[in-house]
């Protein structure tokens, strides 16, 4: 018999049980846990010691192999996410059910996804960030984002190490568009970006992300909600409303008019408002002494 030595355990445990062995002295005489004893008798009073003892050989037949997903539905799975734009396994079971009449769970659907696409979970809790940078010589880090100007966008970036900023006003219409036009002028202010960090809006998408893959080595992405993260850049921007720009909004027809106060802006900025944690110099100062 498969289970000889257990079977025999508990005909032996009932026994001493029926001849007024108390439970606690049974574990020693057996060499088992006490509250196996305890379960055994519980079944038993309750099942009988025969019909106890055939479900136990029944529950031991061994772990059970998982249910495999058959080849066909894996093949239309994958061809549903490639005809379909990449789509989520919520619309793939729906696809599967009115088109092929067929129910898989979305975990199914994802588990057979997983197996030749690498996915990230829906909000990213486990999207790997990378090291948080901060500068510690001109270029190396610059931090970038966004401030919303009503009509026009301002696209502010700054040097962690120096302080020097760059702002560049563009419509909002087009926001990826204007968002790679911007960069190419943040570059051409900075000359050299070694890495740069960006916030997850919709402007630092696709065509940002493309122009500067080619042009800058190391790029980062902040958390969502983590504005400590984005510190340099997020007091640079109140610097900019409180100083320069206000709190108003402005249309589309000030885009000019507006570009030209920030470079004004920009020009006292760098040469004549100093900076408490570049001790009281101004930015192009504390650059300049850094030069190599």
């Known amino acids: 018999m498969p289970h000889y030595n257990s079977i025999t355990k508990i005909k032996i445990c009932w026994s001493l049980y029926q001849n007024m062995v108390s439970p606690e002295e049974i574990p020693q005489q057996l060499g088992i846990h006490r509250a196996t004893v305890y379960r055994w008798l519980k079944g038993i009073k309750l099942k ?33 996410r490639k005809e379909k734009h990449d789509c989520c396994g919520e619309k793939i079971k729906y696809f599967l059910k009115t088109e092929c009449r067929q129910i898989v769970s979305v975990s199914t659907i994802y588990r057979i996804l997983n197996e030749k696409y690498q996915l990230s979970s829906k909000w990213k809790k486990y999207c790997k960030r990378g090291h948080l940078k901060k500068g510690e010589k001109p270029r190396e880090s610059i931090q970038t984002d966004t ?35 911007a960069l190419k002028e943040h570059l051409s202010f900075f000359e050299r970006v070694d890495h740069i960090q960006k916030d997850g ?50 249309k589309k027809k000030d885009l000019k008019t507006l570009q030209e106060k920030v470079n004004q802006y920009l020009d006292y900025y760098h040469n004549q408002r100093p900076h408490l944690s570049l001790g009281m110099k101004t930015p192009k100062e504390f650059a300049m002494s850094h030069l190599t």
């Open 48 to 80: 009988g010691i025969n019909k106890f003892i055939r479900d136990y050989k029944q529950a031991k037949k061994g772990r059970r192999q998982p249910r495999k997903t058959h080849p066909i539905i894996k093949a239309r799975i994958y061809r549903i």
């Open 147 to 181: 401030v919303d100007l009503g009509e026009l966008f301002a696209f502010n970036a700054i040097d962690t190490f120096t302080k020097e900023a760059a702002v560049i006003i563009k419509p909002a219409l087009d926001a990826a568009f204007a968002g790679r036009q």
């Open 201 to 250: 809006g919709s402007e630092f998408k696709a065509e940002w992300q493309a122009y500067a893959k080619k042009h800058i080595s190391s790029i980062r992405t902040a958390r969502p909600y983590k504005k400590n993260e984005q510190a340099f850049i997020e007091r640079f921007n109140g610097i900019l409303r409180k100083e320069c720009l206000g709190y108003l909004t402005y």
